[in-house]
């Protein structure tokens, strides 16, 4: 199980920090990641971090803005997201990848909600 | 970057019938790293398909896969009324990208 919590309604320029706690499964060994959706909109990956001391990824899109970072011994995942804009608006999902590495996801919560608005 | 290019946008469908949504890359890329995604109103995507044909856990076998090299296919037989979702292709090379999805619908 993938509990996302931290979305909420933020100013352009704002700051939040997502987080995921996991369950179920040996955290440590697996890709974990985060991948948004934009209201009526597909599907857009934007952050992966490697399991077992693997490394951290971004899309072009949040490079240098958002930061991934996990808490092993916490099972959980976050997503520290700074100088946030309009078009961050989306619900993020928090995924789990089958394997140590790479960024497919087999699992999936269920999404909490970032809107940026003044 | 690899794009992927979903067609049709939208299909329309009968319970009973077969589906072929294809996903067509910009570029060829190694290993088969191309996997499908189910996508419901109000819900998480589910992982159905990886490496281009091989089923996830507890998919069951009317959802198929193919393809390779830029063209790649999902199939689904005998189509079931809780099919009719939003399906996604996505290349999980490095990085992931997604296609903008095909529309299911009766």
């Known amino acids: 199980q993938l509990l996302e919590s931290g979305g909420g309604l933020v100013q352009p320029g704002g700051s939040l920090r997502l987080s995921c706690v996991a369950s179920g499964f040996t955290f440590s060994d697996y890709a974990m990641g985060w991948v948004r959706q934009a209201p009526g909109k597909g599907l857009e990956w934007v952050s992966a971090f490697g399991g077992s001391g693997g490394g951290t990824y971004y899309a072009d899109s949040v490079k240098g803005r958002f930061t991934i970072s996990r808490d092993n011994s916490k099972d959980t995942l976050y997503l520290q997201m700074n100088s946030l804009r309009a078009d961050d608006t989306a619900v993020y999902y928090c995924?789990?990848?089958?394997w140590g590495t790479g960024f497919i996801w087999d699992y999936w919560g269920q999404g909490t909600l970032v809107t940026v608005s003044s | 970057e690899i794009v992927l290019t979903q067609s049709p946008g939208t299909l329309s469908l009968s319970p009973g019938e077969s589906a072929t949504l294809s996903c067509r890359a910009s570029q060829t890329f190694s290993g088969n790293y191309l996997a499908w995604y189910q996508q419901k109103p109000g819900q998480a995507p589910r992982l159905l398909i990886y490496?281009?044909?091989s089923r996830a856990a507890d998919i069951p076998d009317r959802f198929s896969g193919s393809g390779s090299g830029t063209d790649f296919t999902l199939t689904i037989s005998r189509l079931e009324p809780e099919d009719f979702a939003v399906y996604y292709c996505?290349?999980?090379?490095?990085?992931?990208?997604f296609g903008q999805g095909t529309k299911l619908e009766i």
């Open positions: 996505q290349q999980y090379g490095s990085p992931g990208t």
């Open positions: 490496g281009a044909s």
């Open positions: 995924t789990k990848g089958p």
